[in-house]
């Protein structure tokens, strides 16, 4: 029997999308990414000559700024800036720009729930706009174990606190909060990438007149 949502959804029905390019006139690339009330703003600058601190110069280098709503950044923002640059130098092909530095910077509009999806799903975009050469493109999927047991896709803010989350299709990037058994943390994964394929092809739609002809007919 399935579980009722406080939005009336079914346990693996996404909220609205919302995608938007070229948001921002200064930047080199930008986009928009709601789920629900969840939004998230990102915007690319580069690639900028120079690679950071402990950065490979023989490689283009992946900067990620993260930045509330309000107020500063905490331990979990940190651990998001790091999780994101890790998924986006994973489709970023590195090789192209050496000694260069591309900077993504992430502006939290409203969290109501599955934000780091958000900010993944919207930072792909605005690399797209920005024209930085990809491997591929990545969906992010956020689902909760709820305490009855059931896996829930696409989680708000409230039903997050009730449980915890792990994300992704492909996989590039799965994070865990909270203990769980391993078939559960396996259905979450099953659930999840059958959401991203609803992801994907909405985010390959949004994105179609700037994708590159390889990437728009990558499954």
Not at 24 to 40: D, F, I, M, P
């Amino acid at each position: 029997m399935e579980i009722d949502r406080i939005d009336g959804r079914t346990p693996n029905q996404l909220r609205p999308l919302a995608c938007s390019q070229n948001i921002l006139n200064r930047a080199h690339g930008s986009a928009s990414w709601s789920q629900g009330e969840t939004k998230v703003l990102a915007a690319v600058y580069g690639p900028k000559a120079g690679t950071k601190k402990n950065e490979n110069p023989e490689k283009a280098c992946i900067e990620v700024i993260w930045k509330q709503k309000t107020g500063q950044i905490g331990k979990l923002e940190k651990e998001y800036e790091m999780i994101l640059k890790r998924t986006l130098q994973s489709i970023c092909i590195l090789t192209i720009n050496p000694n260069t530095t591309t900077s993504v910077i992430v502006q939290v509009v409203n969290d109501d729930g599955a934000l780091l999806p958000c900010a993944i799903n919207a930072s792909c975009a605005a690399l797209v706009d920005a024209g930085i050469a990809l491997k591929h493109l990545a969906v992010a999927v956020c689902c909760c174990l709820a305490e009855t047991g059931y896996v829930i896709l696409d989680p708000t803010k409230l039903e997050e606190q009730v449980k915890g989350e792990p994300m992704e299709h492909g996989i590039i990037t799965s994070v865990t909060h909270g203990a769980m058994p391993v078939d559960d943390y396996l259905h979450c994964l099953e659930r999840g990438r059958s959401a991203s394929e609803k992801m994907s092809a909405f985010l390959r739609r949004s994105l179609q007149p700037k994708l590159p002809s390889d990437l728009s007919k990558a499954a």
